[in-house]
């Protein structure tokens, strides 16, 4: 069975700066249980990866909104996501006291992994469910990616994540990186979070299911960074039309989709096509800014010139 | 090799009453058979399946339409499509000499199929290329689609196409109706004519050609009726990111996309929930009449009920 894990409030952050209305988190995560997802993930714990000026309510994931939240779904579905270099040995000890049972640690292939492995011990050790994010995972050497799950799992991990982030994996390399991470990561099961550049998120996530993955992200709307991420309707929808979503109620999800839609106006889903021609290259988010501004054909070159000078150096 | 065929002025149609202005539609065909589409399909001869007020060019898809096509972009990518109740033999003869080479009838399993077999043969005695498509494939008893591709195959259509009109069908079953296909077509090759009210359009474009199928539909920012189709530029990137796309001008097809955003407004993508709701239960656009107007989630539940009422007649 697989367990769901609605990120709307965390990667949707990314749209409208982490400012969802107190009252419209609190209702999104109530709605989001109600219909069955099994995790909801509310936000970053003290900020994403690097400071953002101003950051809003699910951006920092304080206390007192973590309390709220747990209040209104119950402890047990409640996850926050975090980057290391933002957190100390406190925060993971005042989380679990607020209401927090899950947290997800990102780790990357570019920075030291020792930080996210000990706070994977310290949450396990204070009775949270643990999972470590490998984000860009396209770009990580399949050997280095193999000793980073060992590691992991190692330290103790329940979920291995890999993360999409540039939105350019297809699902043979999904199904590839799976099976790899899962053939290595002992008692730790293995997730997927995708993202929708080049509109594969949902073949994406079915490849992983298929190759042995049991966690998935997903966000209403697909609300996330760029062209956001697997559409939760569209993924209980598949389940349903496979016969594994029997468990969740699906009109309830469709309501708290049309909410969505009409309470926070960045969720409107979008594939912008200079995000689809970054994509085809592996470009990053952050390589949009040295690429021209303008039609996407332009980007598409230039993204082109970029990804040679890359490969070339 | 597959044959990439652009529904966007036929399918997209449905959006704008098949009214593209005749510039556009000329140099649509002209960009997207420069960007490396095998085929463009520019419209309906004389009319849809129903008659429809004030139907636009795309609609009629006159003579003097298709020559000024042809003599943009050569007769060899010529395409248009047809219901046989609305064509006779000088049809036919007509659109050879105007520069038709690929008509496309449209059959289903709840109509006589010996007008479109007449149409067949005599499309393949006037040096046409033909293909059948199938409408509404997911309601069609798997033995009764047998029967009815071998009945086209044997009158010596080249492709026989698999239409999801409903949008509701999923990899694995994509997968199962292009191998029954396949293996009963003998010569013709197989197709995929795809919906996107699930989100699955790619999902099961990628599945019929891993399963055979050779022919593929799609439209440019998959503008079509009611959700859309495959997505163009998706698929020709996908087929870039497997090695299967070099042939392809991607940012030519690129700026095709961003002119078609800019001059036709219909053509904006958009995956209503409504339909996503509908194709949940196999109902087809016509069953939205008997739904209520309003949130998809009271939608969702009337579309269970109407399924219901069908399972149970």
Known sequence: VIKNLDVTLRDGGYRNNFSFPREYAIAHARESAAAGLEWVEIG??????????????????????????????????????????????????????????????????????????????????????????????????????????????????????????????????????????????????????AHANLGLALPNAIAAVDAGATWM????????????????????????????GDHYDFGRLLALADRLQREIPESVPALPLADLALACFDLSVEDKAKLPIGQAAEIFLAARMLAEEYAAA
Chains 1, 2 share one sequence.
């Open 44 to 193: 970053y714990r003290k900020g994403s990866f690097k400071p953002i000026e101003g950051i809003g309510l699910t951006g920092r994931s304080d206390d007192d909104y973590i309390r709220a939240v747990a209040a209104a779904i119950g402890p047990e579905r409640v996850c926050v996501i975090l980057h290391p270099h933002n957190v100390t040995e406190a925060d993971i000890h005042e989380m679990y006291e607020a209401g927090v049972r899950l947290i997800r640690i990102c780790a990357s292939s570019v920075r030291p992994l020792d930080p996210a492995l000990g706070l994977v011990r310290l949450g396990k050790a204070a009775g949270l469910t643990v999972a470590v994010n490998f984000t860009r995972a396209s770009r990580i050497e399949p050997r280095h990616l193999v000793r980073l799950t060992g590691s992991v799992a190692d330290a103790g991990a329940d979920v291995v994540y890999i993360a999409d982030s540039n939105g350019s994996m297809t699902p043979s390399e999904t199904s590839r990186l799976i099976t790899l991470v899962r053939s290595v990561s002992d008692a730790a099961e293995v997730g997927l979070h």
């Open 217 to 244: 992200d997903s966000s209403v709307l697909g609300m996330g960074k760029g062209p956001g991420n697997l559409r939760t309707e569209q993924w209980l929808a598949y389940l349903a039309r496979i016969g594994q």
